[in-house]
């Protein structure tokens, strides 16, 4: 597998060109309206895309996303919903409760969560609403583009270990998680849940570690959930409350937010009204094409290299596939190490000379469930779970 | 559990001489605070501007509002209600039609 220096000789850009793009001020994400700052003032961050600054919503550039399977923790996106966001944590106060139907309620502090048995696991942490920006017709919303997402290798313990600590009482049916952000006078804590048995199942995990570090404050400081292969919404930042409910949650932010078309897909006709909603749970697969620096040459017939990156969603990543040709023939890509099913897998190709001309390249992405993405995009209302194939334009001379 | 490796296994496997690692917080770590950087986000000057400053700031920059797509009268008014059914927003239903002119007077054409 040709590396990175490899490809960059491969369609003929030197040193020069990589430095004149980081030192680039802003971002055009390609949808009208899309014109970001690129921002390096952000606390325990490198630099970010800035599509809200309170509460900030912090956006990962795609050729930083590209550069490696898992993502840096300074460039990591930042998601938080209301403004009154911790910015300050004593480890030493800290306390998770663990409370409702159980046995025991408790109040763990970090060393006492510390002596639990550790885990550790790469998953992609995407945003409901990842890709927004590109739904047509447009849907209100946070304006993401295709930076509302990241991967990591996550370290912590069990959340089943810490409930059978509080000893789950006989009639739960669900887990409610919160953090130590706080919502406006009257406004609905920003709460979320987990059916029980997904709460036990051994792999949602509280992590206190992303790649080998503490987490950043705004990445959740101490601790945060992880729900490997489902949306970022149920990945509770900075946790301090865990509650065993005996009927389903009917808060704001399950019952009323976050819901999809009970459609396959989650897809709609566009302004479609009145369609039965589920809660949206597990994420669907989706292939990134690592952008070609800007002002790339590729040389007319000579073979070029391309890459990127892939994740299954829910499932591992079974294959990716190109096309050159809007979808009518698909060739597949080589891909990088498995490192686990919920993590992002690199993968890359060798594109064999073009005449000079104009051409535009596409992949997708195959899960190990059969799943895979559609040339089409889907729509709803939410702007949530957007993953056409992408494509990129290539202009060999 | 194949995926989920104990930390006793991992510590072999990465021949690690860190007995706690990584750097898992502990109740003896250092209190962690940040300070966000000064606000710049704002409505564009003029009455519309001032009017939405005042009613739509107090819970999100305003650049969530700005960076909006273009949306009609009806969505916006949808916006509004929203804000004050889901968030309780202090917003007087009676300056709505208000609201909802100015945020059509500021969003981009």
């Not at chain 1, 970001?36 to 930083?64: C, F, H, S």
């Not at chain 1, 080998?212 to 946790?239: C, D, E, H, M, Q």
């Not at chain 2, 300070?35 to 564009?44: G, N, R, S, V, Y």
Request: include cysteine.
């Amino acid at each position: 597998m040709p590396d990175r220096r490899d490809a960059l000789r491969l369609i003929g850009l030197g040193a020069a060109g990589i430095a004149g793009r980081a030192a680039a001020q802003d971002i055009d994400l390609g949808f009208a309206g899309g014109r970001r700052a690129l921002a390096d003032n952000w606390p325990q961050k490198g630099a970010m895309i800035v599509l809200r600054e309170r509460a900030p919503l912090l956006e990962t550039p795609m050729d930083v996303l590209g550069e490696d399977v898992f993502t840096p923790n300074d460039r990591f996106f930042v998601r938080w919903h209301y403004d009154d966001i911790p910015l300050s944590v004593d480890p030493a106060a800290f306390r998770l409760r663990v409370g409702g139907a159980v046995r025991r309620p408790l109040a763990l502090s970090l060393d006492a969560l510390r002596r639990l048995p550790r885990v550790e696991l790469a998953a992609v942490n995407q945003c409901s609403g990842n890709s927004r920006g590109f739904f047509t017709p447009r849907v209100p919303g946070a304006q993401w583009g295709d930076g509302a997402i990241g991967n990591a290798m996550w370290t912590g313990v069990r959340l089943r270990d810490v409930l059978d600590m509080a000893g789950v009482a006989p009639g739960a049916v669900a887990v409610r998680l919160a953090g130590l952000d706080r919502p406006p006078p009257g406004a609905p804590w920003f709460e979320k849940s987990l059916a029980i048995d997904h709460a036990r199942d051994g792999e949602v995990m509280i992590a206190f570690a992303m790649n080998g570090a503490a987490l950043s404050l705004l990445n959740g400081f101490p601790i945060r959930l992880v729900v490997p292969g489902w949306y970022s919404t149920y990945w509770i930042k900075s946790l301090d409350r865990i509650e065993v409910l005996t009927a389903p949650d009917t808060g704001y932010w399950m019952a009323k937010a976050y819901r999809i078309p009970a459609t396959p897909g989650a897809n709609v006709v566009p302004g479609a009204k009145d369609f039965p909603t589920v809660p949206i749970g597990a994420m669907v697969p989706r292939a990134f094409i690592t952008p070609l620096p800007d002002g790339a040459k590729l040389v007319a017939d000579q073979p070029f290299a391309v890459r990127g990156l892939a994740m299954g969603g829910a499932h591992g990543v079974a294959r990716v596939d190109l096309s050159m040709d809007a979808g009518r023939t698909w060739h597949a890509a080589r891909l990088g190490p498995d490192q686990g099913r919920y993590g992002f897998r690199r993968w890359s190709a060798t594109i064999a000379g073009l005449r000079a001309g104009g051409y535009r390249l596409w992949a997708r992405c195959t899960n190990t469930a059969g799943e895979t993405q559609a040339m089409d995009a889907i729509w709803n209302p939410g702007g949530y779970m957007r993953n056409p194939a992408p494509s990129i334009a290539i202009r060999t001379a | 559990m194949r995926r989920l490796l104990p930390a006793a296994l991992m510590a072999l496997a990465a021949c690690s001489a860190e007995p706690d690692a990584p750097a898992a917080p502990a109740n003896d770590a250092a209190p962690v605070a940040i300070a966000l950087p000064a606000e710049t986000a704002a409505f564009p000057a003029g009455p519309a501007g001032e009017l939405l400053t005042q009613h739509c700031t107090a819970c999100h920059s305003a650049d969530l509002v700005t960076r909006q797509p273009p949306l009609t009268a009806e969505k916006w008014q949808a916006t509004v209600t929203k804000m004050r059914e889901a968030y309780h927003a202090p917003l007087d239903p009676a300056q709505d039609r208000q609201l909802v002119a100015a945020l059509l007077a500021v969003q981009p054409r």
